[in-house]
């Protein structure tokens, strides 16, 4: 793409950070003509999370949920520059950023006339003692790699052992920590698999598997209707699924979990596989921009305005997904992926304001103009930015897997009547839903490819 356009206008340089809902569904939407798009992220790929508890027991194969960087900036409209690389440092005065690619190896950095920060969340230990030495994530394709890794490995080392050896107990026990949707669908993935596949591999190991599910609060799935909650809970035990509820985990060993229960007492939870799930907290790089901005307050994410702009860098950096905080949006795929939306035409109205100040600009050097032609002109351009509307979020409603081929939705019905849903048909939704929602044509093939597998033949049990 050349520096300027066909009216000599120099092309304005913008950076996106990220490869993740927000920036990839901002790509999508943008006219990347009217730009020099740079695109910053360490992962080469897309990660489709909705399925990503699916990945660890084989619902789904993780290879079908990803998408490389590379073919979706090739599709874009004009020319777009991927850097895997990790920003490290973002100066908002000097409009620099830092960047450091293959692992730090090499230092580089780079000037942005706008930047989009889309760098997303890591998961949260709260600090507790043990959680980063002991227990797996579930957040990125390592992660879910990891965890199918340790279920197979124990498996294997349990079947070894003998019955009665307590050792053999502990290493089936599988325990997931954090009740809300993340954790909840993948404890009723896991269920599902020892259920459905196990019993038929190892049918006398399988009936000693123990799914335990630890939620400090009253509930699971805390920010959907009671009516939900309490069909998920119902199913859990329908299901065994251990639920351990108002049990707040306060420490992990390499052996057990240390919770205080109801009754306030510590007790000790003995695991074989430990799956943390209890929410987001910001990246590095997050926290480094908001320690350069006194307007930056919170500790929970960027501030943003109401058109997205990052308070206190409000001229050139824009932030979305679950690396901000504003009240009212939730860190999801679907808020993410709605900011990209409108920011993709915030863009196109910017580079219109950009064009027209252009055009004055070139007009009022031409020596024949009037004085009231230039006041007409400045006049216009002073009404521009003011049409830039603010981002209206538009709640389409939640969906959770819960296991035994069952969901729960928590729908939106015409934006104010609410419409609840569960059981098998939910299911059914939820998963043609989520295809809907699935980038490529190819991840929609695959993943429909990976379900008909399981249907038939069951869960792949090899690494
Ligand atoms: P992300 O999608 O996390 O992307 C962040 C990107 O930034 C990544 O590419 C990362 O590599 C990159 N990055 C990180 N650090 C840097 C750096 N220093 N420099 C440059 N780039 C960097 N939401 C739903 O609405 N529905 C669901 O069903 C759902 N299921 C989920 C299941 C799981 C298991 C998880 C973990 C989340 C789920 N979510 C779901 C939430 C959803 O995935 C997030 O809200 C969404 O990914 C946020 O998009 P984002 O672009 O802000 O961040
Ligand atoms: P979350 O913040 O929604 O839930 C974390 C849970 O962990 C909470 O219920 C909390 O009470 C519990 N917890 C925290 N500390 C604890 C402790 N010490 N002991 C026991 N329990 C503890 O986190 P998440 O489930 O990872 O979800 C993150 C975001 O991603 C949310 O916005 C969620 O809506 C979204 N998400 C959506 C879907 C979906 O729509 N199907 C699926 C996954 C994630």
């Not at 356009?5 to 569904?25: E, Q």
């Not at 579930?138 to 349990?158: F, P, Y």
């Not at 805390?222 to 939900?228: A, H, I, N, P, V």
């Not at 929410?279 to 350069?292: C, D, W």
Request: one cysteine or more; hydrophobic letters at 35%; glycine letters at 6%.
């Amino acid at each position: 793409q050349t520096e300027t356009f066909p009216d000599g206008r120099p092309r304005k340089t913008l950076v996106i950070l990220g490869s993740g809902w927000g920036s990839v569904s901002l790509l999508k939407s943008l006219d990347t003509t009217l730009y020099n798009v740079i695109v910053i992220s360490p992962r080469n790929y897309f990660l489709f999370t909705p399925f990503l508890p699916s990945t660890p027991v084989g619902t789904v194969d993780l290879k079908s949920i990803v998408e490389p960087m590379r073919s979706i900036v090739r599709r874009s409209q004009g020319e777009v520059k991927y850097v895997e690389a990790e920003a490290t440092d973002i100066d908002p005065i000097t409009k620099e950023i830092k960047i450091e690619e293959n692992h730090g190896e090499i230092k580089t950095s780079l000037k942005y006339d706008y930047l989009v920060v889309a760098v997303g969340s890591q998961p949260t230990t709260f600090g507790i003692p043990g959680v980063k030495e002991h227990s797996s994530f579930l957040k990125e394709v390592s992660d879910a790699k990891k965890i199918r890794e340790k279920i197979l490995e124990n498996l294997e080392l349990a079947s070894n052992l003998s019955e009665d050896d307590p050792k053999r107990k502990r290493l089936l026990s599988f325990v997931v920590v954090g009740g809300g949707p993340t954790g909840v669908e993948f404890a009723a993935e896991l269920k599902d698999y020892v259920d459905q596949d196990l019993t038929k591999w190892m049918p006398k190991l399988s009936k000693e598997i123990r799914v335990t599910l630890v939620e400090g609060t009253p509930n699971i799935l805390g920010s959907f209707d009671k009516k939900l909650i309490k069909y998920a809970e119902d199913t859990f035990n329908e299901e065994h699924i251990d639920l351990q509820l108002r049990t707040r985990v306060k420490s992990v060993n390499c052996e057990n979990v240390q919770a205080l229960n109801p009754n306030g007492e510590l007790i000790d939870i003995p695991y074989g596989v430990l799956v943390w799930a209890t929410g987001n907290a910001p990246r590095e790089v997050t926290k480094n921009l908001m320690s350069k901005l006194e307007e930056q307050t919170s500790r929970r994410g960027l501030l943003i305005d109401e058109k997205l702009r990052l308070l206190g860098a409000e001229n050139s950096i824009y932030a979305i997904g679950d690396c901000t905080f504003y009240p009212g949006l939730f860190p999801t795929a679907q808020v993410a992926h709605q900011e990209a939306e409108y920011l993709s035409r915030v863009f196109k109205k910017l580079n219109k304001i950009d064009q027209l100040e252009w055009q004055v600009q070139k007009t009022k050097a031409n020596e024949n103009i009037t004085e009231k032609d230039t006041k007409t002109l400045d006049k216009n351009i002073d009404k521009l930015p003011t049409k830039i509307e603010n981002f209206k979020y538009n709640h389409l409603g939640a969906l959770a897997y819960i296991g035994a081929e069952k969901a729960v939705a928590d729908l939106s019905m015409f934006g104010t009547s609410k419409q609840y849903l569960t059981g098998s048909f939910t299911f059914l939704f939820y998963k043609s839903a989520y295809l809907a929602m699935c980038l490529s044509f190819r991840n929609r093939i695959l993943v429909t490819l990976d379900w008909a597998k399981v249907y038939f033949f069951g869960r792949d049990s090899s690494v």
